[in-house]
């Protein structure tokens, strides 16, 4: 898709103000029913735009992501942009920086069309769980787009943005791509800097794009991937046109089945599925059975991990350096006597009245779990085990080059239906969250549909690669879109 | 099961204002979650080494060197209070 934008601007069938436009009218035409937007910068958009349309004016060559608009997630800084995480707490924070990916991506010219609603600070699997409100699946408005990137594939999905930026911990990416039936992609951990990313859990955390195309998502990363001074975490390998591999064929590659994922899926997402492996058997690639026997321990130590992680992160939302502060004036109940109450009441009624449910429910646990006495038999082990899933993975890799799994346990859900139980919200992970817990790179693609109620949902499939080989995952990915399951 | 000493306990150590009936849901949530968990105690664990950081990145060195931050007033329009350009907080001691 971004192609096609990127000749039509080149041949001066359309201006990029006029894209521009384009989108913020169908924003304002539809938002109000899916809320993808929280935020617009109209200004910066028709800025961005304009200098795009003078480079071409002036007949110079212009870089494929040149005029084409996208959205933001709310965690992610755009200097003089409200960055909320979609928290009360960051309500009136505007960030007094660029995040590394939106510094590059305005380098390559991208214009920016807002910033996309999110689960708050990037908990949960539906979106219903933003302070400012559930954002809708355009597929669907009676059924929530997934989460926690659900304002970033709601807006690609309902045409309010080209791409759009997510962030991936558990499968906050691949979750509501599938569900809204787009592309999203997450990159080997390290492969994308996060600095200037609210940090959710930083063992885990990766920045990737939610775009209509495989090749759309290659565009995207060949912008934002590559080592950055500002995050030591990032990986020391250059970025790629990541575009040069998509040839359409996998003949040649292995493919990796997980024994015992198949026999215990849904009936409708195990035809869905079933169908794409049939569909890479016939385009060349070779089918085989694998077992990752340590894998059915990632949701739990995912759900040790990531909160130990976000306890530690979330630390620095205190009231006191930006952000809201509040101050109830009633003492709180403490099992300790600080000396002065003063300070202390400041940081336990900011975080008390600042942070929502799940938040706070994640930071308990892993305050909990951190906590003098529990250290070796939560984190400590949690780690151990996932160094056992790693090697897992080791070995898979030595016999495939890519491992095939659906997205999700079920194509999007209802809204409501899953807020009472944690733990029922947790499991929408299932599939997504291994790829974090062991750092490679990870994509879901549109698969067939699965009718629910005379209506066609979208499923993903997804699939995994071997760490810092996006290549071969991008090839595969796209040569499934060339050529889908009729 | 967690008890709502130790979630009180815990609200403490996390910095988190939480009152008589925060401290039932608490309880109930967290004894949930650590129950699902708790499948974790089965695996074999002895002479595993623990993965910090997953692609097996080393320490990275860079030399220290200041630089200024270009936005430096928008930061400190951020405090929540001030005076001059010094962020405001109750009285430490």
């Not at chain 1, 103000?17 to 989108?23: F, I, K, M």
């Not at chain 1, 409200?82 to 214009?111: H, M, Q």
């Not at chain 1, 077992?291 to 130990?308: A, D, T």
């Amino acid at each position: 898709m971004i192609r096609e934008l990127h000749e039509k601007l080149i041949n001066h069938e359309i201006t990029a103000v006029q894209l521009t436009e384009e989108y913020f009218a169908r924003i304002e035409k539809q938002d109000k029913d899916i809320f993808a937007y929280l935020t617009l910068t109209k200004d910066l958009a028709m800025e961005q735009a304009r200098k795009v349309d003078a480079k071409i004016a002036r007949g110079e060559e212009i870089g494929m992501l040149e005029g084409i608009p996208g959205a933001i997630k709310d965690n992610l800084c755009v200097a003089g942009v409200r960055a909320t995480a979609c928290s009360k707490i960051l309500d009136n924070y505007i960030a007094p920086y660029d995040a590394t990916v939106v510094e590059r991506l305005k380098e390559a010219g991208a214009v920016f069309l807002g910033k996309v609603n999110m689960d708050e600070f990037a908990m949960g699997s539906s979106t219903e769980k933003s302070a400012y409100g559930p954002t809708k699946n355009p597929v669907d408005l009676e059924r929530v787009p997934g989460g926690s990137s659900g304002g970033s594939a709601a807006a690609v999905a309902s045409g309010e943005a080209v791409w759009a930026l997510g962030t991936d911990t558990g499968g906050s990416i691949r979750q509501p791509a599938s569900f809204c039936g787009v592309v999203g992609f997450k990159p080997t951990y390290g492969r994308v800097s996060r600095y200037g990313a609210i940090a959710m859990a930083s063992s885990l955390d990766q920045i990737g794009p939610i775009t209509k195309t495989v090749e759309d998502a290659a565009i995207v990363l060949s912008v934002i991937a590559g080592e950055d001074k500002m995050d030591a975490t990032s990986a020391q390998s250059p970025a790629k046109d990541y575009t040069r591999y998509l040839t359409g064929e996998v003949a040649g590659l292995k493919i990796g089945v997980v024994k015992g994922y198949v026999e215990k899926l849904n009936p409708d997402v195990k035809a869905s599925f079933e169908k794409v492996v049939a569909q890479y058997k016939e385009m060349g690639a070779e089918i085989k059975e694998i077992e990752l026997p340590n894998v059915k321990y990632s949701l739990p130590v995912y759900y040790i991990i990531m909160p130990c992680e976000v306890s530690s992160n979330l630390a620095r939302f205190d009231g006191v350096k930006y952000g809201m502060r509040a101050e109830d004036h009633k003492d709180s109940i403490l099992d300790f006597v600080p000396e002065n109450r003063n300070l202390i009441e400041t940081y336990l009624d900011s975080r008390r009245y600042g942070i929502g449910a799940e938040p706070k429910r994640r930071i308990m646990l892993g305050t909990y779990a951190l906590s003098s006495g529990y250290y070796d038999a939560y984190y400590l082990r949690a780690q151990k085990v996932r160094t056992l899933i790693k090697q897992d993975f080791e070995k898979a890799y030595e016999a495939v080059d890519l491992i095939l799994t659906p997205t999700t346990p079920s194509p999007a859900f209802k809204f409501d239906e899953k807020t009472n139980d944690p733990i029922q919200m947790y499991l929408e992970d299932i599939f997504t969250i291994t790829a974090n817990i062991v750092g490679v790179p990870a994509i879901s693609v549109p698969g067939p549909a699965i009718e629910v109620d005379d209506k066609q949902l979208p499923q993903g499939f997804q699939l995994m690669g071997k760490w810092f080989d996006e290549e071969n995952l991008l090839r595969a990915a796209h040569a499934y879109e060339v050529h889908p399951v009729k | 099961m967690i008890t709502k000493e130790e979630v009180q306990h815990i609200a403490g150590l996390a910095r988190i204002g939480v009152d008589e009936k925060d401290l039932d849901k608490f309880a109930t949530d967290l004894s949930a979650v650590l129950d699902w968990i708790s499948e974790l105690k089965e695996v074999d664990v002895a002479g595993v080494e623990p993965t910090a950081h997953i692609t097996g990145m080393e320490n990275r060195m860079r030399e220290d060197v200041q630089n200024d931050f270009e936005n430096k007033a928008e930061i400190i329009n951020l405090f929540p209070d001030r005076k001059d350009n010094f962020g405001k907080v109750k009285s430490v001691l």
